[in-house]
C-alpha cells in the first residue's frame, strides 16, 4: 500500500456527479432495514416519503463507489467505516436529481501509522437547493504497511 | 412516545433489531450499495484477517435512524452522526438506546448508543430534532 500524507490525500480531487433518487432502490433498501424491525413511521400528510437518512450514503455509493480508494491506493479489504455523520436541510424524495459533490478534507494516523483516517465531506443538493452534508472517516488497518 | 414529550435527562426507550442474519447482509449489500465482501463472503472475511463476516457499519446507522425517526415528527431530524466502536457479528441483536440531553427552544440533542445481548456497544451517536426547520422546509 502506498504511504498516505495529507497533502497527497487532499491532493485527490473527486467530480461531482448527479443521480436520479430510484424509488425502487429507496423501497428495497426499507425493506431490509424493516426486515429487521426497523419499520419506518409513515409521513405526516406527505404524499411522498423522503429517503431514510442514512441513504445519502447509498447515494454517494451510486454516483462515485469507492474509487478515492483506488486513487490512494487502498485496498477495500483494508478499510472500516470508522464514523459518519449527517446534516439533513431538506427531504430528499425519489425522483429527485441529486448532485453528489465529494472531497476529501483530512488525513491522520494513530498507532504510528498503523491506523490511517482518512476523512470525506460531501453536499448534496438538487437545483440550488442544499438536501443533505455527510461526513466519513474511513480507517485503514496497516496505512504505513 | 415522542423526543418532545421527553425532558432533558430523560432515557428514550430501548428497542432491540434483529437479529441479523447473514440473508440480511447480502440484501443490505445489494440495497445499500455497500459491497465490500467482507459483509457478504467469509472467505473475504477471512483473507482480510476476520473469523467470518460482520454487519456493515452503515446497517447498524441505518436501524438506528430507523429508531431515531420512529420517536420524532416525520422531517424533523436535522442532524445524525455514529461512531462505529465494535462489529457486529452474525446472529446479534442490536439493541437501541439514548436519552435526551439537550433542548435549546425547539431544537433537542439526543444521544444515542447501540448495544449487542452480551453488553458490547458496537455505535455511539448523536442526533439533533429541529422542530422549527420542519416548517420552513418547503
Known amino acids: 500500500m502506498t504511504r498516505l500524507d495529507l ?3 487532499l491532493a485527490v480531487l473527486i467530480p461531482a456527479r448527479d443521480i436520479r433518487v430510484s424509488r425502487g432502490r429507496v423501497e428495497l433498501f426499507d425493506r431490509v432495514v424493516a426486515g429487521l424491525g426497523g419499520v419506518r413511521p409513515a409521513s405526516d ?10 441513504y445519502f450514503f447509498s447515494l454517494e455509493l451510486e454516483t462515485h463507489g469507492l474509487d478515492y480508494l483506488d486513487e490512494l491506493g487502498v485496498p477495500v479489504s483494508a478499510i472500516l467505516h470508522g464514523e459518519q455523520g449527517f446534516t439533513f436541510s431538506a427531504p430528499c424524495v425519489p425522483g429527485d436529481v441529486v448532485t453528489v459533490a465529494p472531497r476529501l478534507v483530512d488525513y491522520y494516523e494513530k498507532r504510528a501509522g498503523e491506523l490511517g483516517f482518512v476523512v470525506k465531506e460531501t453536499t448534496f443538493s438538487t437545483g440550488d437547493r442544499q438536501l443533505a452534508t455527510a461526513r466519513s472517516t474511513i480507517v485503514i488497518r496497516g496505512a504505513a504497511a | 412516545m415522542r423526543v418532545d414529550d421527553l425532558a432533558p435527562g ?5 428497542r432491540t433489531f434483529g437479529p441479523v442474519t447473514r440473508t440480511s447482509l447480502a440484501l443490505f449489500a445489494g440495497a445499500s450499495g455497500d459491497h465490500n465482501a467482507v459483509h457478504v463472503d467469509v472467505d473475504a472475511a477471512r483473507a ?3 473469523d467470518d463476516v460482520f454487519a456493515h457499519g452503515m446497517l447498524t446507522m441505518a436501524l438506528l435512524g430507523a429508531y431515531v425517526e420512529s420517536l420524532a415528527r416525520p422531517g424533523t431530524l436535522t442532524g445524525f452522526s455514529t461512531r462505529f466502536v465494535a462489529r457486529t457479528p452474525v446472529g446479534a441483536s442490536p439493541t437501541c438506546s439514548g436519552r435526551v440531553v439537550d433542548r435549546d427552544g425547539r431544537r433537542t440533542q439526543l444521544e444515542l ?14 442526533a439533533e430534532i429541529s422542530e422549527a426547520v420542519a416548517g420552513a422546509v418547503p
Do not use: I
Request: no cysteine; hydrophobic share 30%; proline share 11%.
Open chain 1, 7 to 9: 497533502p497527497s490525500v
Open chain 1, 45 to 54: 400528510g406527505e404524499s411522498v416519503q423522503s429517503v431514510p437518512p442514512t
Open chain 2, 10 to 14: 430523560a432515557d428514550l426507550p430501548e
Open chain 2, 48 to 50: 482480510a484477517g476476520f
Open chain 2, 113 to 126: 448508543e447501540v448495544r449487542l445481548g452480551d453488553g458490547t456497544v458496537t455505535a455511539t451517536g448523536r
